[in-house]
């Protein structure tokens, strides 16, 4: 009986933990746009990635960017990225002249960059396009 209660126990548990590793912090943000319009295909890089001159719409784990002329991009990072939703100013680390998945971004929480605190680096998990007209109405008169 006692040998019953243990497994019994040790079933509940397991199942207490898998319901924790499935729950929503390990849900992909990019769910949040599924069913946006905006939302476009996953792409692997955005070449010069120093002609990137603009960003908005920041969540914690997303970021809307501005490349060349009407160019945009939704990068989503892994994880939270502690200074993402609040940046006023946004550092790449790229490796090559292309931004990807293995580069970063740095929010900072000042127009002037750097402060005292040490800012995170969020690596960039997926790159999307986004157009930004999409799904909008327009009105004919």
Not at 43 to 57: A, E, P
Not at 63 to 81: D, K, M, Q, S
Not at 105 to 134: D, H, M, V
Request: with cysteine; hydrophobic share 35%.
């Amino acid at each position: 009986m006692l040998f019953l209660l243990r497994i019994s126990v040790i079933l509940a548990a397991s199942a207490v933990l898998a319901a924790c590793a499935s729950g929503p912090n390990e849900q992909s943000p990019t769910e949040d746009f599924t069913d946006d319009p905006r939302l476009g295909e996953s792409i692997d890089k955005i070449c010069f990635g120093r002609s990137i001159n603009g960003f908005g719409k920041t969540t914690d784990r997303t970021i809307i960017v501005r490349a060349n002329v009407g160019e945009h991009y939704l990068l989503e990072t892994f994880g939270y990225c502690r200074d993402l939703a609040w940046a006023q100013t946004i550092a790449l680390d790229q490796y090559s002249s292309c931004l990807t998945t293995a580069d970063s971004l740095i929010p900072y929480g000042s127009l002037f960059g750097p402060s005292a605190i040490e800012p995170q680096t969020c690596r960039i998990k997926t790159i999307y396009k986004w157009n930004p007209e999409a799904g909008q109405e327009t009105s004919e008169d």
